[in-house]
């Protein structure tokens, strides 16, 4: 089955919420029950966040689940949104050579 949801959001910067690790225990848990061989979990460095939230404009990182064909694994894709919930796909870089 799939689903799609869309939410609007008045404020992409204060999206999400901590839960308590009991809680995430308990969630955790019920995602390897209903999944059993699924991917058990993502590891990044903070340098992927930090660069992300360094874009100019980010107020937020969106979470892609995706498929590695070369690897035949799971992956995740994560992408800057503005403010507004857009994606931001392109924006200028100072390099050594210059913009």
């Known amino acids: 089955?799939?689903?799609?949801?869309?939410?609007?959001?008045?404020?992409?910067?204060?999206?999400?919420?901590?839960?308590?690790?009991?809680?995430?225990?308990?969630?955790?848990?019920?995602?390897?029950?209903?999944?059993?061989?699924?991917?058990?979990?993502?590891?990044?460095?903070?340098?992927?966040?930090?660069?992300i939230l360094a874009v100019p404009h980010c107020e937020g990182i969106r979470v892609f689940n995706a498929f590695m064909e070369q690897e035949d694994r799971q992956a995740l894709v994560l992408v800057a949104v503005d403010a507004s919930g857009k994606h931001i796909l392109n924006y200028p870089v100072q390099t050594s050579e210059g913009m």
């Open 1 to 51: 089955m799939t689903h799609q949801k869309t939410t609007l959001l008045k404020d992409i910067s204060k999206v999400g919420e901590f839960v308590s690790s009991q809680k995430a225990r308990e969630m955790i848990g019920a995602w390897q029950r209903q999944e059993p061989d699924g991917v058990f979990s993502f590891l990044y460095g903070r340098h992927v966040f930090e660069s």
